[in-house]
């Protein structure tokens, strides 16, 4: 039943990213929050969709033979958006199977990596709000991350992507 529920989720959180990806890049509304008098970005999508496993090789292989999906030696693939007539929009939504070690200190078996506009700027505010940010933050070619830990104790990666992405 768990896994069920979890393939319900995942498949409600692409759903819902590919049905906005032919939307304007701008930022709904709905994602700006009141801050200090000022309204502040905080998240503006689904960046990824990360799956602990306890056999990632067969679960990989599953998904690639029963669902298509183009898994990559790596243990994932990258979603490329398009707008509503087909065409490349910036941006991709990363899915991933691997054996859930990033997602600790969570005992969970996701992991959701949410864009952000203003990944220090976020975490700046979240801190302020009485949230459990970790200290750790990255960043690399593939942009800037941070993470919080949620009230059910799940693991949350915020993640800024390069400019232009």
Known sequence: MKNKMLLCVIS????????????????????????????????TGIGGIFIKAK???????????????DV????????????????????TTAWMID??????PSNSPFMVNYRVANLSE????????GCNV???????????FGWVIDPE???VEL???PAGE
Request: with cysteine; aromatic share 10%.
């Open 12 to 43: 409600i959180c692409f759903i819902s990213t590919l049905s906005n990806a032919g939307e304007s890049s701008e930022t709904s509304t709905d994602s700006k929050v009141q801050i200090g008098g000022e309204n502040m970005t905080r998240v």
């Open 55 to 69: 056999d990632p090789e067969m679960l990989q292989n599953w998904y690639k033979n029963h669902l298509g999906i």
């Open 72 to 91: 990559q030696v790596w243990g994932g693939t990258s979603f490329r958006w398009v707008d509503s007539e087909g065409k490349p929009y910036a941006g």
């Open 99 to 104: 054996n859930g070690e990033n997602f600790k």
């Open 122 to 129: 976020l975490l700046t505010v979240l801190r302020a709000e």
């Open 134 to 144: 970790l200290d750790k933050t990255e960043e690399s070619e593939f942009g800037k």
């Open 153 to 155: 104790g799940n693991k």
């Open 159 to 161: 993640w800024e992507p």
